[in-house]
């Protein structure tokens, strides 16, 4: 048989279900109005720049003869499934996000969606999280998904609450110091 009708292994089988990070049932995939905006400029650089590229690549090279030696059509198609990967992952995420601007509650002192908190732990430990949306949450710079547990356990508190938060080394104690949210864009 031609090696053109043979299957690819399941290692490099493209899955066209794009698995996306778990809401809880019957909430809503919230995201600031900048990290929308950041999906939606990488959705647009795969569409308009990195997928044609990887294209012409693999155009060039399936037109060199044996593709099944020919390092740059193995790599390039490759990659082009993980870019049309990455692209439904981004086009689903953006059709469900829902855009909610935090700078609506400058000023206030009770936490939402958008706020920078600063609490202490039962241990003394002074500690700020920002709460954001699944897609944009970074722990690094200590932003939280609002659904992480340190998020559930302070949104709707305010300034000067004690709340308990359960942790898998048992429950502790956390005390909201300060809330603050971006202030509104100027137009």
Same mark, same amino acid.
């Given at each position: 048989?031609? %090696?053109? &009708?043979?299957?690819?292994?399941?290692?490099?089988?493209?899955?066209?279900?794009?698995?996306?990070?778990?809401?809880?049932a019957?909430?809503? *995939?919230?995201?600031?109005?900048?990290?929308?905006a950041?999906?939606?400029?990488?959705?647009?650089?795969?569409?308009? *720049?990195?997928?044609? %590229?990887?294209?012409?690549? @693999? #155009?060039?090279?399936?037109s060199?003869?044996?593709? /099944?030696?020919?390092?740059?059509? =193995?790599?390039?198609? %490759?990659?082009l499934?993980?870019?049309?990967?990455?692209?439904? &992952?981004?086009?689903?995420?953006?059709? =469900?996000?829902?855009?909610?601007?935090? /700078?609506?509650?400058?000023? *206030?002192?009770?936490? &939402? &969606?958008?706020?920078?908190?600063?609490?202490?732990?039962?241990?003394?430990?002074?500690?700020?999280?920002?709460?954001?949306? =699944?897609?944009?949450?970074? /722990?690094?710079?200590?932003?939280?998904?609002?659904?992480?547990? =340190?998020?559930?356990?302070?949104?709707?508190?305010?300034?000067?609450?004690?709340? %308990?938060?359960?942790?898998? /080394?048992? @429950?502790?104690?956390i005390? @909201?110091?300060?809330?603050?949210y971006?202030?509104?864009?100027? #137009?």
């Amino acid at each position: 048989m031609s %090696k053109a &009708f043979t299957r690819e292994t399941e290692a490099d089988e493209d899955v066209d279900e794009v698995r996306l990070a778990p809401l809880p049932a019957g909430t809503r *995939n919230y995201i600031t109005p900048a990290g929308y905006a950041r999906l939606r400029v990488e959705l647009l650089a795969l569409i308009d *720049n990195e997928r044609p %590229k990887v294209v012409d690549i @693999v #155009h060039w090279a399936a037109s060199n003869g044996d593709r /099944s030696e020919n390092g740059d059509y =193995i790599y390039g198609k %490759k990659r082009l499934r993980e870019i049309d990967r990455r692209i439904r &992952f981004l086009t689903k995420r953006l059709e =469900i996000a829902e855009v909610t601007d935090p /700078s609506t509650h400058h000023g *206030n002192d009770q936490v &939402f &969606f958008g706020a920078t908190v600063t609490y202490l732990d039962n241990l003394g430990v002074e500690r700020s999280v920002t709460i954001l949306g =699944i897609d944009e949450a970074d /722990s690094s710079r200590s932003e939280v998904s609002w659904v992480s547990p =340190i998020a559930r356990t302070l949104l709707k508190a305010r300034v000067g609450d004690l709340l %308990k938060l359960v942790t898998p /080394s048992g @429950v502790m104690e956390i005390e @909201v110091l300060r809330v603050t949210y971006p202030p509104a864009a100027e #137009h």
